[in-house]
């Protein structure tokens, strides 16, 4: 095998190992994961939006997020906050 070969063939390094909490994770998958963790309730009370408090759905929640940059913001704040261990949430 040549060094291009070799080098092509190799696993990447940081990339394939990133530390980013939000690599891979899509904003339904960030969504279901909080509700999951904390529950539409829970959720309303910590990001005072109306899609977490009146009849909360991951649809609706999708839909208004995507419109929305500061309430989406505020989300995945919310999400790497919850996924960081031993610290208050």
Same mark, same amino acid.
């Given at each position: 095998?040549?060094?291009?070969?070799?080098?092509?063939?190799?696993?990447?390094?940081?990339?394939?190992?990133?530390? *980013? !909490?939000?690599?891979?994770?899509? &904003?339904?998958?960030?969504?279901?994961?909080?509700?999951?963790?904390?529950?539409? =309730?829970?959720?309303?009370?910590?990001?005072?939006?109306?899609?977490?408090?009146? *009849? !909360?759905?991951?649809?609706?929640? &999708?839909?208004?997020?995507?419109?929305?940059?500061?309430?989406?913001?505020?989300? =995945?704040?919310?999400?790497?906050?919850?996924?960081?261990?031993?610290?208050?949430?």
């Amino acid at each position: 095998m040549t060094e291009k070969q070799n080098k092509a063939a190799a696993p990447k390094g940081p990339a394939s190992t990133s530390k *980013d !909490p939000m690599h891979g994770m899509t &904003l339904e998958m960030i969504i279901i994961q909080l509700e999951q963790q904390f529950g539409w =309730e829970e959720m309303g009370r910590r990001i005072k939006i109306k899609c977490f408090t009146d *009849d !909360p759905s991951v649809s609706s929640s &999708l839909k208004f997020l995507r419109r929305t940059p500061w309430a989406r913001q505020k989300v =995945e704040a919310l999400y790497i906050r919850s996924q960081r261990p031993n610290k208050k949430v």
